[in-house]
């Protein structure tokens, strides 16, 4: 135990993504709701930017303040589409997209599913001339790849599986193609966000990754069931083509498939928590 804490002290001290930040509080002096949140994103103004050397889409660590508090935000503008995309390790993507709105996209279905909670607020703002993706800054101290350096385990590991758990679900709903250990970030409490989806909603109707479906939240698996494709497009329709949509749901009937058949095999109580 020593020595978990002299490292993660260092880590703290070291990392920069400790962007420790004070919650903001509303007039009744609680903690922001998300529709607050998302008003505050949208209207606030921006006194300040930087842009990020991290990630492939360098996204502006953007500072806002609505006359009454300040906070910090994430924006993201990508929004790159091509036929065919060949990479530096020689794979080609065809029907290739990076873009924003994917982020907006994802976090519309997390809200859909009741799984919003691990995610950034995110909202679509135009900043600077550009249209694009602005999420609520995390209090975070490192993300997964330093964890995993550093060799530093969670506290509470049945807590952390959990939340890993509904993460790998979701991933393999959106179909992430860049989903990375940095796009997984860690909070003071050991809670877990998941981050940047400008890669996700490829046209796929199978899973990328099925093996990654372990155990799944036993609401978030009522509701994949209830998820209503009707609904779906609607609420994505200016973030997601039908074709992504009909995607999205193809996979949502893979999942559900799938888990179905390790209830059978294993039982509910060993799937489902």
Not at 152 to 170: C, E, G, H, L, T
Not at 176 to 200: H, M, P, Q, Y
Not at 236 to 244: D, I, M, N, Q
């Amino acid at each position: 135990m020593k020595n978990f804490d002299i490292h993660f002290r260092r880590l703290v001290l070291a990392t920069v993504l400790c962007l420790i930040s004070v919650p903001l509080l509303n007039a009744s002096g609680e903690e922001l709701t998300k529709e607050q949140m998302k008003q505050f994103l949208l209207s606030a103004k921006v006194t300040k930017s930087t842009q990020s050397k991290k990630g492939i889409t360098n996204p502006w660590h953007l500072t806002l303040n609505d006359g009454a508090a300040t906070h910090d935000g994430s924006f993201q503008s990508v929004d790159e589409h091509k036929a065919r995309m060949e990479f530096g390790d020689g794979h080609v993507e065809l029907d290739f997209a990076d873009s924003y709105k994917y982020n907006i996209a994802a976090y519309t279905l997390a809200e859909m599913l009741g799984v919003e909670d691990m995610m950034p607020v995110y909202v679509e703002r135009k900043w600077n001339g550009r249209s694009g993706s602005l999420s609520w800054w995390l209090p975070v101290k490192m993300d997964e790849g330093e964890r995993l350096k550093q060799k530093i385990s969670a506290p509470d590991a049945d807590r952390w599986n959990k939340q890993m758990y509904r993460i790998r679900v979701f991933d393999e709903l959106v179909y992430d193609t860049d989903a990375n250990l940095t796009n997984v970030l860690i909070g003071e409490d050991w809670k877990i966000w998941r981050v940047d989806f400008s890669r996700s909603f490829r046209l796929f109707k199978d899973l990328k990754n099925p093996k990654n479906l372990v155990q799944c939240d036993r609401q978030l698996f009522a509701n994949l069931k209830a998820l209503d494709s009707n609904e779906v497009m609607q609420k994505t329709k200016s973030y997601l083509t039908r074709v992504e949509a009909q995607a999205v749901m193809a996979r949502r009937d893979k999942i559900v498939a799938y888990f179905g058949k390790l209830i059978s095999e294993q039982g509910e109580s060993k799937v489902l928590y």
